[in-house]
């Protein structure tokens, strides 16, 4: 009897941490609804020279199809290009190509920056082009060119700091298929 006694005590303890548990994730998973429909503004120039279409006419019709904003990676200062490996520092992070923030923008969509990153950036670096990026795409989204955040793991707190203090929502990528 008493251990029939001891081995419910057990199980209502047990249950009643489960409850527990899953109200907290309830109320933790309940604060992140918003979801983005991101088209990647890499993908776009191969989209318009595969449907003959122009830059303008593709982000229009990606908006009626359900698409809320086009990620755009930062420029090279050698090139007027968008890139996905960096070699050295000076190449690195100069802006966004005004042309299709406009593009993007008179479709009626939203820009998310994809600010790209280097191993020889400070967390001087990284304020200060959070800063940057805060006042160019203010409330915007902000998805990381090749990392998953700017910087060492070291600074993480400071740069979600400085995301925070410049109102940007730190993204991530979720591929389908």
Not at 52 to 62: G, Q, V
Not at 147 to 159: K, T
Request: hydrophobic letters at 45%.
């Amino acid at each position: 009897m008493f251990r029939r006694r001891i081995a419910i005590f057990i199980l209502v303890v047990g249950i009643m941490c489960g409850v527990v548990a899953a109200i907290e994730r309830h109320q933790f998973e309940s604060r992140f609804r918003t979801v983005e429909i991101v088209f990647d503004g890499e993908d776009t120039e191969d989209l318009m020279g595969l449907y003959k279409m122009t830059r303008e006419s593709l982000y229009r019709e990606l908006g009626r199809s359900g698409v809320h904003a086009i990620s755009l990676a930062e420029i090279t200062p050698s090139r007027n290009l968008e890139i996905r490996n960096v070699l050295s520092r000076d190449r690195v992070g100069k802006g966004f190509a005004p042309d299709r923030i406009a593009a993007i923008r008179k479709a009626g969509l939203a820009v998310v920056p994809r600010p790209l990153n280097h191993p020889a950036f400070t967390l001087d670096d990284i304020k200060r082009r959070l800063e940057e990026i805060g006042r160019e795409f203010p409330n915007a989204l902000l998805l990381f060119g090749e990392e998953q955040v700017f910087g060492a793991d070291a600074w993480i707190p400071q740069v979600g700091r400085t995301i925070r203090d410049q109102k940007l929502i730190y993204g991530f990528v979720e591929f389908a298929g």
